[in-house]
């Protein structure tokens, strides 16, 4: 099994930061690729940053410029810095691996998911 724990969200108010944490532990034997989504209310969850063991990077328009992601992969963890915060910002941020794990003695690719972190931009 792979667990996913994020970290760091919190209430900012706009033009504020905020870095979140994500560390994934468990059975896993390799990450491709670590990412964060978004879900606000009412809407589809969507992609915000991702970035692979080869710390190819790619971020939402929306983000560009304001948000920053980065890795460890020592720690298996990836952080989003997030800057310049708008309300439009408000939403449940979601880590995502997307990674090779052994579950039930054999090596499998899978996308692990945590269980998200409220981030809320308001004054």
């Known amino acids: 099994q792979v667990q996913l724990v994020e970290s760091g969200g919190g209430l900012v108010q706009p033009g504020g930061s905020l870095r979140l944490s994500c560390k994934a532990s468990?059975?896993?034997?390799?990450?491709?690729?670590m990412g964060w989504y978004r879900q606000a209310p009412g809407k589809q969850r969507e992609l915000v940053a991702t970035?692979?063991?080869?710390?190819?990077?790619n971020y939402a328009d929306s983000v560009k410029g304001r948000f920053a992601i980065s890795r460890d992969n020592a720690k298996n963890t990836v952080y989003l810095q997030m800057s310049s915060l708008k309300p439009e910002d408000t939403a449940v941020y979601y880590c995502k691996a997307d990674a090779d794990a052994i579950e039930w003695g054999v090596r499998r690719r899978n996308d692990y998911w945590g269980q998200g972190t409220q981030v809320t931009v308001s004054s």
């Open positions: 970035i692979t063991s080869g710390d190819r990077i």
């Open positions: 468990g059975s896993i034997v390799s990450i491709y690729a």
